[in-house]
């Protein structure tokens, strides 16, 4: 047993000891267990609250984003600090720009249709006790009175493209007329604002009314139109050659090469060509034709210019008369030279007054009036002459050398001319000769080396007190004045130094004695012009028309008749046709069945010109609070409703939240505690 005692404690502790050891070990791995145990807790804890939080911010962001991707197509805006009272109804006029350059397009379509849209918009942003005033170019009587929203709409859908145009002053004045009382006013311009609309660089406003510029943007177009026409002789004969001169203007940024260029007379062709025009540049050409009847000529040029084409022709008439009248009041020792000159030319129907026996009443119906030696003219001729210039008539006088000086002042005084210093004897020669002038011009093919010109026995020397609007044609040594033009009310007088007989000198003997007295008749032969323009002319002038009892003046064309508003005034007749003509083409004008004159009218060319004013340059008129400008394809424009007032528009920040909201979230998702988990 003492033997076997230590092998059994021995083996008893064998066996106990490690039972003690794993008992220990296992309490130990216990501890360590449950520790790491509360530490994975503690961890997922931890993840758990960063994926909440993560979750969360992505939720913020995604709801921030789509909130101000919401707010940017509702357009807010900031209403101005000036706000009027909402309690009162407000008055608003809208002008809808209807001018050709409006045809032009963008990508919405035309610019007419879109600021048609835009009205709409504006009217549907005002309350239902509103009124509003439709302004278009045609300044119509209809347009100057208030409408409701229904009534405007129905309006606003019957504008068309018309051939007036306005400046930026004339329309707000035309706006101002109705926006008058103690309501809130506003005022809107809808229009792509070409350059030619600004007539000023400071418009004049009112502090009562905000105005709103709303600009339209057109795709840039290249253009030439026909700029303008005119005959080198203002007057036409049967059957003479005739040169019309043609200037064309390219308003694009490219050259344009090899335009068509067309002339039909009485709808026959009478002319073709073809230019090129640099680029921002004005060409002329010069057209000849011939073979033309008696009568009015009704006269087209047109060029193929495309997609702009409201320009590419251009209508003028003109009268071809079968005879020119002269008439010629003579002295007692006038002489025949006038009568043996005209009667020379069958063109010419002379008619002959005495000094003595002067019909004053038929003044109006001659092109030209010669005085022929007058030994006492009076202050009633002068008085009659100036009725007669006050209607562009053409006055030639080659006094009486013999007469009183001191009667003869006070005639040419009445007709504002230099009086008579004194009666020279000296024989002289002219000394120099105008040929540069229209009077002899087209007379030499070239001009003479040695040219022989008048020789002058007597001649007056003249007091010349103004000579801003004289031409001196002839002069003698000195630059005195031999024969000079003079500009006396709407017409010109001729005013010779010298008188015809042969004591005086040699001028009516003289070889360019005829070339000046035709050509001097001739330049009087203009006497309307070739063509008016639509909505600028509402005035034509014609000689003096004598109408019987219960006759009136009629314009007529293709389905169109009007009776004009006519005043005699100085000898001629003003027609007043206000804004009855409203389309391009010729028109009659009629005493009962009777043709007095065709008259020619066509479209405007200040809106050829395709060049607009930017925002900046409009930002310049601007100045005052109460004027706004809004580019349509940048700027949004609303109203809110109730306030009805343009403030400071807030969609540009809207989407900019938006887009950063967005990049929020796509960073919160790639970036946000993307570690791996380790246990």
């Known amino acids: 047993m003492n033997f076997l005692y230590p092998g059994f404690l021995f083996a008893l502790l064998s066996v106990a000891i490690p039972v003690i050891i794993h008992l220990f070990n296992f309490r130990k791995f216990k501890k360590i267990y449950f520790s790491n145990v509360q530490l994975l807790k503690e961890v997922e804890q931890q993840n758990s609250s960063k994926e909440k939080l993560k979750n969360l911010l992505i939720l913020a962001s995604r709801i921030l984003a789509i909130i101000f991707l919401v707010l940017a197509f509702a357009q807010p805006y900031i209403p101005a600090h000036n706000q009027k009272a909402t309690a009162l109804n407000n008055i608003v006029s809208i002008y809808i720009d209807n ?5 032009a397009v963008n990508k919405d379509g035309s610019l007419l249709d879109e600021s048609k849209r835009r009205a709409k918009e504006l ?12 302004l278009t170019n045609d300044f119509e009587g209809k347009h100057q009175r208030l409408l409701n929203e229904e009534a405007f709409l129905k309006a606003l859908d019957e504008v068309k493209i018309s051939a007036a145009s306005r400046n ?4 707000l004045n035309r706006q101002e007329n109705v926006l008058s009382g103690a309501e809130n006013k506003y005022s809107f311009l809808i229009s792509d604002f070409q350059k030619n609309i600004l007539s000023t660089k400071k418009l004049e406003t009112k502090t009562d009314i905000q105005y709103s510029f709303l600009k339209l943007n057109a795709n840039t177009l290249a253009n030439v139109a026909v700029d303008s026409v005119w005959t080198l002789s203002p007057n036409h004969q049967p059957g003479a050659n005739e040169r019309l001169v043609v200037q064309l203007k390219n308003y694009s940024e490219e ?3 090899n335009i068509p260029l067309k002339l039909s007379i009485n709808n026959q062709q009478k002319g073709l060509g073809s230019v090129t025009i640099p680029a921002g540049k004005t060409v002329k050409d010069t057209l000849n034709f011939s073979g033309l009847n008696a009568g009015w000529q009704k006269g087209i040029v047109s060029i193929k210019d495309f997609p702009v084409t409201f320009d590419d022709t251009l209508s003028f008439s003109f009268k071809v008369d079968k005879s020119f009248p002269v008439l010629s009041i003579n002295g007692p020792d006038a002489g025949n030279y006038i009568k043996a000159l005209f009667a020379a030319d069958a063109y010419y129907k002379l008619t002959e007054n005495a000094e003595s026996n002067i019909n004053y009443s038929n003044f109006t119906n001659y092109g030209l009036i010669v005085l022929n030696g007058l030994k006492n003219p009076s202050s009633g001729l002068a008085q009659q002459l100036r009725t007669y210039l006050k209607a562009a008539g053409t006055v030639v006088l080659f006094p009486d050398l013999d007469a009183d000086i001191q009667t003869y002042n006070s005639f040419l005084s009445g007709l504002s001319l230099p009086t008579i210093q004194g009666l020279n004897t000296t024989t002289s020669r002219v000394d120099q000769i105008d040929l540069q002038n229209p009077i002899f011009k087209t007379v030499f093919e070239e001009i003479p080396e040695n040219l022989d010109l008048p020789m002058v026995s007597r001649y007056y020397s003249f007091v010349e007190k103004n000579t801003s609007n004289k031409e001196d044609i002839m002069s003698l ?18 005013l010779s130094a010298t008188g015809l007989n042969a004591n005086d000198g040699n001028l009516a003997r003289h070889p360019v004695f005829v070339p000046l007295l035709y050509r001097l008749a001739l330049s009087g032969g203009n006497e309307i012009p070739l063509y008016y323009y639509i909505g600028n002319d509402n005035t034509l002038t014609r000689k003096k028309i004598a109408t019987g009892k219960n006759q009136s003046l009629k314009i007529t064309a293709d389905h169109f008749e009007a009776i004009p508003e006519i005043r005699q005034v100085d000898g001629k007749t003003l027609i007043y046709i206000a804004d009855q003509v409203k389309n391009a083409g010729f028109y009659n004008l009629k005493l009962a069945d009777s043709l007095l004159a065709v008259y020619s009218f066509n479209n405007g060319r200040t809106e050829s010109d395709l060049h607009y004013l930017s925002k900046t340059e409009l930002e310049q008129l601007a100045r005052k609070s109460n004027l706004k400008i809004f580019d349509t394809d940048k700027d949004a424009v609303n109203l809110i409703a109730g306030g009805h007032k343009i403030g400071q528009t807030l969609w540009k920040l809207c989407l900019i939240l938006s887009l950063i909201f967005i990049a929020a979230e796509i960073l919160l998702i790639r970036f946000f505690n993307n570690t791996k988990k380790t246990i």
């Open 477 to 494: 040594a000195g630059r005195r004045t031999f024969f000079a033009k003079y500009g006396v009310e709407n017409g010109q007088i001729y």
């Open 123 to 134: 009217v549907k942003g005002f309350g239902i006790n509103d009124r509003f005033q439709l």
């Open 255 to 257: 050259d344009a090469k």
């Open 168 to 171: 930026l002053q004339q329309i």
């Open 99 to 103: 001018s050709y350059s409006m045809e």
